[in-house]
């Protein structure tokens, strides 16, 4: 059960999901590092609810942040990366549904040890991805093709496993191994982050605690509206916030997440 008095859930709920759909728009984000750590800690649910409630906001978010972030990175530019798009794709989607498939099958202990370490090993590809700029791709061709789609793979596998849409591990992937703009990075990134979470929902869907989502259908609505106005504000933030302050604050926020998350182990 949660922490929180019954009449602090619901205005809980709209809060969370409003301040993490902020930096889910605002850098290209599902925000789910920061929201699976409240879920567990806040309001009480156990890891495998947690991710799948996590999967769902994500969901949200994502298909909320692209079009809001339109005004700065457009449409058209995204359509001429549908190359870089599709390579990352052959990768993440098989990789989402072998990452869901093991998630259901791991104890609960297990799982948030696991949850916990990939947030610190995301933390670490934050700060080291921090100051990256446009560029030359680091591979060309066919090694460009098969980095891809090992990259790809990984972060599917990682997406699944903590309901996270992986925009900290692609943006830091479509900078160094595409030469991608970091604004532009992070609209692609959403646009890869879509299919794959649809592919690792698909898969929890058959597991019986996907059923949490229908016991908390109230709670999933509240959050649901308070991620969709954060993303409208996250996507008019675009381009204010200086990555130079961003990126490290939300690396400390993560390592702090992982600590919470790893005491519940």
């Not at 793979?153 to 191994?177: D, N």
């Not at 939300?250 to 702090?256: E, K, P, Q």
């Amino acid at each position: 059960m949660s922490d929180l008095p019954a009449a602090a859930r619901t205005p809980a709920a709209f809060a969370a999901g409003g301040a993490i759909g902020t930096l889910g728009g605002l850098i290209g984000l599902g925000g789910a590092e920061f929201r699976l750590p409240v879920l567990i800690a806040l309001f009480r649910f156990p890891a495998l609810e947690a991710v799948i409630l996590n999967k769902a906001m994500s969901l949200i978010v994502v298909a909320t942040a692209l079009p809001f972030r339109a005004g700065t990175v457009p449409f058209a530019d995204l359509a001429s990366q549908w190359p870089v798009i599709v390579n990352l794709l052959a990768g993440s989607l098989a990789g989402a549904w072998f990452g869901a498939g093991w998630a259901t099958r791991l104890r609960s202990a297990t799982l948030y040890k696991v949850i916990a370490a990939l947030m610190v090993g995301i933390a670490i590809v934050l700060v080291g991805g921090h100051g990256l700029t446009a560029g030359t791709p680091l591979v060309g061709g066919a090694a460009q093709m098969v980095a891809g789609v090992a990259a790809g793979f990984v972060i599917g596998i990682v997406a699944s496993l903590m309901g996270v849409a992986g925009g900290e591990l692609l943006i830091p992937t479509l900078v160094i191994l595409f030469g991608a703009d970091f604004k532009l990075a992070g609209s692609l990134s959403l646009a890869v982050s879509l299919p794959t979470m649809l592919m690792g929902f698909a898969r929890y869907s058959r597991d019986q605690s996907f059923a949490v989502l229908g016991r908390n259908r109230g709670f999933v609505l509240v959050m649901a509206a308070g991620s969709v106005v954060g993303t409208f504000i996250g996507g008019r933030l675009l381009g204010i916030v200086p990555d130079a302050i961003l990126l490290p604050s939300l690396a400390v926020i993560l390592l702090l997440s992982a600590w919470k998350i790893w005491r519940h182990a």
